[in-house]
């Protein structure tokens, strides 16, 4: 399998060209991206992959599980689900005293040793 196909296939909401070039790091060299837009049509005429009318490359068929992989499947489905509750939440407000009404500190002497 192809990484240009493989990338596409991660994506499945699709990349644009010039998204696949930065993923694969094609962006630099022209005739590795003269490559990727080679590969890309290669795999578009063989129904691969299509191109969106965003310009965007998708995957043109569902992924195919491998029977291994539908029996992994399977065992992750059927396991015991534990339901998880949240502990109760109970908010208190409370009023500071307003700006006025805090203690002036002003009068009091620090002892600087204290630090």
């Known amino acids: 399998m192809s990484l240009v196909y493989r ?4 994506f499945p909401r699709g990349r ?3 998204e696949l070039h930065a993923l694969i790091g094609t962006s630099f060299d022209q005739t590795e991206r003269l ?3 080679a590969e890309l049509e290669g795999l578009a ?9 965003s310009g965007k490359w998708v995957p043109a068929a569902v992924t ?11 065992v992750i489905t059927s396991a015991q689900v534990e339901i998880i509750s949240a502990a ?3 908010s208190k407000s409370q009023m500071l005293p307003a700006a ?10 620090f002892d600087p040793q204290a630090l």
């Open 45 to 53: 005429a063989d129904g691969q992959v299509r191109r969106l009318s």
């Open 16 to 18: 644009t060209v010039e």
């Open 64 to 74: 195919q599980f491998s029977q291994s992989q539908l029996q992994r499947i399977d």
């Open 100 to 109: 006025n009404e805090m203690p002036d500190l002003a009068d009091e002497v």
């Open 35 to 37: 490559a990727v837009l």
């Open 88 to 90: 109760p939440f109970h």
């Open 7 to 10: 990338t596409i296939c991660s």
